[in-house]
């Protein structure tokens, strides 16, 4: 079943996290199932099996739910390589009856090798562990063996005809120059996963929050990945489809603790060098990290894109901006309400509870169009994109209405206004593209103390010496 003797038991650092985030997170006799997709060389799926029956001295597994992930695992060609679980301090050695159940496992599903690995926490466990990579032999031995944590190899080498499809869409080798950095990447998972499929050759993933159970109906994540962090499981996604994409993974939120020096440094010399070929997505339900993100992006000057959900994808948003071309409102100007009630002591409370999964997938779709006509922009005269958005330069506020519901229950006026000359034809799932205007005083509003009433995002570029003091 597998391959000759390895030298070596190779983990990827993502299954290498996931075994830290759970089992090394709990006392001892926790564990799981590892996984490999490349026949045994390297580990690279790990499911945690949170609802075993555990005490101070025993694991026992909750062989139903571990037989149901296996039976998931094979059919998408994972296979299963063995258990992990956790002992007490000083016990570092398959006990055993730990022997005597791999060799069981062993028989029944004709395997050569079967892993056994011993994990160490830390009293109290607090991620720090120790891994003593065990192993049974054809020969029902046990062994031990060096373990390694790195990169998966590749099996597979990317071929032209990967992207031959979309060569006629977009200019492959401009796409493959441009950077998308992702402020939380859950409910845009996709969004990312698709913008790999479009030939974008560089990714800079921050997200501090690991996949759940309760992601799995609400975003494209998966079974085997609960315990991942949601960047790192992106990440082998991403590569999944271009080996060749370089991808940055910072599992951590964007709160005060990151200077706007980091984030330059996690983004690298393009942010400083081309800035138009750095997209920077703001895709986090947090107001706070959003509006940093914004500020970032007037800051150094790149493009920008916002997407948020409405209470049970009723509805969404999108503000879409890029200096020099959408200069008719910052992202103060548009959402300046927002700004001021998140001021005045508001809380949000809406969550993805309720929400359908087409709802997200409808959002990430039109996040899509609208982030190739920022990166594409007077990049190509033969890409349709390249003058695109030239058309709603000034109309860069987007709602969408995923639901007939939307007026009452949001109490959203502008869907029906949109709709009175056609009412008879609409009924949901209508796009509106809003003009924006700069709050400038005329109005009534006070002046945007951004952008002061402007509009010049142009002239923002290098004004802000600390991004975390903008708000």
């Known amino acids: 079943m597998f391959r000759k003797r390895q030298k070596y038991i190779t983990f990827t650092p993502q299954v290498f996290s996931a075994i830290r985030n759970t089992t090394g997170k709990t006392p001892a006799e926790t564990g799981g199932i590892i996984g490999s997709s490349d026949g045994g060389r390297t580990m690279d799926h790990y499911h945690f099996d949170s609802t075993a029956v555990t005490t101070n001295s025993t694991y026992t597994p909750d062989t139903a739910a571990i037989n149901k992930v296996v039976s998931d695992w094979n059919k998408n060609g994972i296979q299963f390589a063995g258990f992990l679980h956790s002992h007490p301090r000083g016990s570092t050695t398959p006990s055993g009856k730990d022997h005597k159940y791999g060799i069981r496992i062993m028989k029944a599903l004709r395997m050569d090798k079967f892993l056994m690995p011993i994990v160490q926490v830390s009293d109290p466990p607090d991620g720090n562990i120790e891994i003593h990579p065990y192993s049974i032999n054809r020969f029902h031995r046990l062994h031990k063996q060096p373990i390694v944590i790195g990169e998966k190899p590749e099996t597979h080498v990317l071929q032209k005809p990967s992207f031959e499809r979309v060569s006629s869409a977009f200019p492959l080798k401009t796409m493959k120059q441009k950077v998308l950095v992702c402020i939380s990447c859950g409910g845009t998972r996709q969004f990312i996963e698709e913008m790999a499929r479009s030939g974008v050759g560089n990714f800079v993933l ?43 993974v910072a599992p951590y939120f964007l709160d005060d603790f990151v ?23 703001g895709c986090t339900d947090s107001f706070m990290a959003q509006v940093r993100s914004a500020s970032l992006a007037l800051k150094y000057g790149t493009p920008y894109l916002a997407a948020q959900l409405y209470r049970q994808g009723i509805g969404a948003e999108i503000f879409f901006s890029l200096p020099g071309a959408t200069n008719s409102s910052c992202p103060r100007c548009a959402m300046n309400s927002r700004y001021e009630a998140y001021a005045n002591g508001f809380k949000n409370d809406v969550t993805s509870d309720g929400t ?18 920022l990166l594409l922009y007077q990049e190509d005269k033969n890409c349709v994109y390249n003058d695109m958005l030239d058309k709603v330069s000034d109309r860069n506020f987007v709602m969408i209405k995923m639901s007939p519901l939307a007026e009452t229950k949001l109490g959203i006026k502008v869907f029906g206004e ?54």
């Open 206 to 248: 921050m997200d501090g929050d690991t996949v759940s159970a309760t992601n799995i109906a609400t975003q494209q994540t998966y079974v085997s990945e609960i315990g991942l962090n949601k960047a790192e499981a992106i990440k082998r996604r991403i590569l999944n489809i271009n080996p060749k994409a370089k991808v940055k």
């Open 418 to 471: 949109a709709e009175n000359t056609e009412s008879e034809l609409c009924f949901f799932d209508n796009t509106v593209w809003i003009p924006q205007i700069p709050n400038d005083g005329k109005d009534g509003r006070p002046h945007c103390p951004m952008c002061g009433g402007t509009g010049d995002l142009l002239a923002l570029k290098g004004k802000s010496p600390d991004t975390r003091t903008d708000w």
């Open 356 to 373: 359908p999964i087409f709802a997200t997938t409808r959002v990430n779709s039109l996040k899509g169009q609208i982030a190739l006509m």
């Open 259 to 281: 200077s706007d020096s980091d984030f330059e440094a996690l983004v690298g010399k393009t942010l400083i060098k081309n800035p138009k070929d750095v997209l920077i997505c």
